[in-house]
């Protein structure tokens, strides 16, 4: 794992962003995993800007969410597929053929998982962008999930319910479920780049970074892949006690 200690949420987004402009540059049909959460949206308008900019297209980008709600309709303001439209998609020259999110709306939700899983598995990830949750879930990856699942339909633990109920208007609104690629699938991908800002995931990073590789903790399988890029503020950083270091990539 290569991590970078910022200084606050701007200097992470714009670290990350500068990486995937990199990689998107390199290589314009790049196979990109996106996830949903506050943390990527920093990265997000930076690539937006890159685009705007002229500096990176969209044209031949091919994308695949972590995850998805089950139990409310994708126009739903708060699935993720309307999330992904808002921060990304809207925004930018991206063909709507090459975004895939796993479908809330359909009726076998684990056919449906397979289905995804199939082109998981054919669309290998060059790069995947990660958050954390101060459970230290990965995608809706909760503490306890098999580490060899595949995309799968989820239970939300109380815990990651009630840190996303500030995007609905009530606890009893967020969905119970959701759709995942599981842990198998994250580490398919090339690279990953996880963003986590905030002393709320300071005890989830340390974890991820140095703790034993448990399925309590998902996020610590990272360990265990190749090329893993860390960016984080200082916050997150606390348990750490490593000196900044947010050098220009
Ligand atoms: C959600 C998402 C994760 C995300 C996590 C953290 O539960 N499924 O992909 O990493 O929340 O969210 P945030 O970045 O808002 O703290």
Same mark, same amino acid.
């Given at each position: 794992m290569k991590?970078?200690?910022?200084?606050?949420?701007?200097?992470?987004?714009?670290? !990350?962003?500068n990486i995937v402009i990199q990689n998107m540059i390199q290589k314009p049909n790049i196979i990109l995993g996106l996830a949903t959460g506050s943390s990527p949206i920093g990265i997000y308008n930076y690539l937006i800007k890159a685009y705007?900019? *002229?500096?990176?297209?969209?044209?031949e980008v091919k994308t695949y969410n972590l995850d998805e709600y089950v139990g409310i309709d994708k126009l739903h303001p708060?699935?993720?597929?309307?999330?992904?439209?808002?921060?990304?998609?809207?925004?930018?020259?991206?063909?709507?053929?090459?975004?895939h999110i796993p479908n809330s709306n359909s009726i076998d939700i684990n056919d449906l998982a397979n289905e995804y899983n199939k082109l998981l598995f054919g669309n290998q990830r060059d790069l995947?962008?990660?958050?954390? *949750?101060?459970?230290?879930?990965?995608?809706f990856n909760e503490p306890g999930s098999s580490v060899s699942n595949q995309s799968f339909v989820?239970?939300?633990?109380? #815990?990651t319910r009630k840190a996303n109920a500030r995007f609905f208007s009530s606890l009893e609104e967020v969905p119970k479920y959701a759709v995942t690629m599981g842990i198998k699938n994250i580490m398919f991908s090339k690279k990953i780049i996880l963003v986590a800002t905030g002393n709320n995931k300071a005890k989830?990073?340390?974890? $991820?970074?140095?703790?034993?590789?448990? #399925?309590e903790v998902p996020a610590?399988?990272?360990?265990?892949h190749p090329d893993v890029v860390v960016i984080i503020d200082e916050e997150a !950083?606390?348990?750490?006690? $490593? #000196?900044?270091?947010?050098?220009?990539f």
């Open positions: 991590i970078y200690k910022c200084k606050d949420y701007d200097e992470v987004s714009k670290k !990350a962003a705007q900019d *002229g500096l990176i297209s969209f044209k708060q699935s993720y597929s309307s999330f992904m439209n808002r921060v990304l998609f809207d925004h930018v020259d991206i063909n709507k053929n090459n975004i995947q962008i990660l958050g954390i *949750g101060e459970n230290a879930h990965i995608g989820t239970k939300l633990s109380e #815990e989830a990073v340390y974890n $991820m970074v140095y703790g034993k590789i448990t #399925e610590s399988f990272l360990q265990l !950083a606390l348990e750490l006690h $490593m #000196e900044t270091e947010c050098l220009e």
